[in-house]
């Protein structure tokens, strides 16, 4: 049998003291530790709120863009009609604290020099009211109609003034590259957008734009080692490619234009002038063969 040893007062006063000892230091560090959670638990709850709020705040502007051009514009041989102007804008809206709203006046066949004649274009003004207006028109109706230089130039002018006297900004946008501009009817065409740009600059307002989009794709064409076969919808039309891809190089020229801020009118006296920029000036003449642009 084993014989028990009795422990000596002094020691057993001394286990106690450390048992009661340890009985307190747990309970700090267990409030300690509550209070810990908790701070963090309301930290993060904070830090959420703050940031659910943040990404549901509206957006800081809404601009209205009205464009006016051809069935190009208006987004032939596109399945969806989704044109490189409207894939333009909706990728602008995406990346931006800017809501574009689309606002759709293309005319299918038509031409700067018709709709001038026939007034729509002011109506349009005075009714839809936009902040910025985008002329892309895709020329080869005029080059197929003969439309004389000087009554394109002339048609060209007013819808930049009227849409100025209505403090909206201008951006004469050129159509994409097709079959036609490229080949047998690239001459003509060069020298209608060169009208373009020379109207731009003779305006010399910080509130007009000349964006060269046929020259950004000819030369990320070239650049490729690609050809308009790559994007051919018809001979006057983009397939959904070049919309696609039309519709990326706009974008980036807006961007690069305009930073990632909203379109802005700009008063007249404005050290930034319009973006206008030389273009290769082609013989005149017409041998369009096709009867819609």
Not at 72 to 95: I, N
Not at 171 to 199: C, F, G, I, R
Not at 207 to 225: G, K, P, S
Request: net charge negative.
């Amino acid at each position: 049998m084993r014989r028990s040893r009795s422990m000596r007062p002094e020691i057993r006063r001394a286990h106690v003291w450390r048992r009661r000892l340890g009985w307190v230091a747990s309970g700090a560090l267990l409030a300690v530790s509550g209070w810990c959670v908790g701070w963090l638990q309301s930290r993060d709850a904070s830090v959420f709120a703050a940031d659910g709020a943040a990404s549901l705040s509206p957006r800081l502007t809404t601009e209205k863009v009205m464009v006016v051009g051809g069935s190009m514009a208006h987004g032939w041989k596109d399945p969806h009609d989704d044109s490189y102007l409207r894939r333009a804008f909706a990728a602008l809206s995406a990346s931006t604290d800017t809501t574009y709203v689309y606002d759709d006046r293309t005319v299918v066949g038509g031409s700067p020099v018709t709709l001038d004649r026939e007034g729509e274009y002011l109506a349009w003004l005075e009714e839809d009211r936009p902040q910025v207006v985008v002329l892309s028109w895709g020329l080869l109706n005029d080059i197929y109609d003969k439309t004389p230089l000087a009554a394109f130039r002339q048609a060209i002018a007013d819808e930049i003034e009227e849409a100025l006297a209505e403090h909206a900004v201008v951006l004469v946008v050129t159509s994409p590259v097709t079959k036609a501009t490229a080949t047998y009817n690239h001459a003509e065409d060069e020298a209608y957008m060169q009208v373009e740009s020379d109207v731009v600059s003779s305006f010399d307002n910080p509130n007009v734009y000349y964006l060269d989009l046929n020259r950004d794709m000819t030369l990320y064409m070239e650049a490729h080692h690609q050809t308009w076969k790559m994007y051919y919808g018809d001979a006057w039309h983009p397939n959904e490619a070049g919309h696609i891809l039309a519709g990326k190089l706009l974008f980036d020229e807006l961007v690069s234009t305009f930073g990632m801020g909203p379109i802005e009118w700009q008063s007249t006296g404005s050290p930034t002038p319009g973006n206008a920029t030389g273009n290769a000036t082609g013989a005149g003449g017409a041998n369009a063969s096709q009867p819609v642009a």
